[in-house]
T-cell receptor
Framework: DVKVTQSSRYLVKRTGEKVFLECVQD?????MFWYRQDPGLGLRLIYF???????EKGDIPEGYSVSREKKERFSLILESASTNQTSMYLC????????????FGPGTRLLVL | GQQLNQSPQSMFIQEGEDVSMNCTSS?????WLWYKQDPGEGPVLLIA?????ELTSNGRLTAQFGITRKDSFLNISASIPSDVGIYFC????????????FGEGTQLTVNP
């Protein structure tokens, strides 16, 4: 079974803090994705990565950066957290050429005060 | 980008009833996926469809990849209380690469 884990289920941070959200997958997938999910707005893609050290902007990259130093790990960074980044963050992975089936982690619910 | 129209937005049913939901697109899709999301959790893959006309079951769930490649449906038979959650369709089209396009979800409530 594919397993995608996220470092925290719940996080509370203050405005201006630097926040790291980590995602690890154990299935040797090349592709990894970060989404945020907000009521009424669905899932929105922030960044994705096709390979180690590769990254591509998604639909809403502003205020975020990512890091992929190892194949199994994809980190989302909020350089200076703001209250409008309070959200549910979801990581997913998929195999390259694997018909694009993405497998999701359990999510991190971030509250920025 | 492409959008998926998922309907209905919400359903309130009695335990034991069958449920049907669908997604449509204006473009041809190469892959259709159905996910379920429980409150506070990440989406879990239910069924993946890769070929036009494909009909796949997973227990009480059945999904089909439409012949036109522009739609897909998910049926749940004999619903039970643990079927409660949000059901999402998702898919890829010719120029989307590895990116998925998501429907807005169907919120299912099952009354015991």
């Amino acid at each position: 079974d594919v397993k995608v884990t996220q470092s925290s289920r719940y996080l509370v941070k203050r405005t201006g803090e630097k926040v790291f959200l980590e995602c690890v997958q154990d299935m040797d997938h090349e592709n990894m994705f970060w989404y945020r999910q907000d009521p009424g707005l669905g899932l929105r893609l922030i960044y994705f990565s096709y390979d180690v050290k590769m990254k591509e902007k998604g639909d809403i990259p502003e205020g975020y950066s990512v890091s992929r130093e190892k194949k199994e790990r994809f980190s989302l960074i909020l350089e200076s957290a703001s209250t409008n980044q309070t959200s549910m963050y979801l990581c997913a992975s998929s195999i390259r050429g694997g018909r694009e089936t993405q497998y999701f982690g359990p999510g991190t619910r971030l509250l920025v005060l | 980008g492409q959008q998926l129209n998922q309907s209905p937005q919400s359903m309130f049913i009695q335990e034991g009833e069958d449920v049907s939901m669908n997604c449509t697109s204006s473009s041809i899709f190469n892959t259709w996926l159905w996910y379920k999301q429980d409150p506070g959790e990440g989406p879990v893959l239910l069924i993946a469809l890769y070929k036009a006309g494909e009909l796949t079951s997973n227990g009480r769930l059945t999904a089909q990849f439409g012949i036109t490649r522009k739609d897909s449906f998910l049926n749940i038979s004999a619903s039970i209380p643990s079927d409660v959650g949000i059901y999402f369709c998702a898919g890829t089209y010719q120029t989307s690469g590895s990116r998925l396009t998501f429907g807005e979800g169907t919120q299912l409530t099952v009354n015991p």
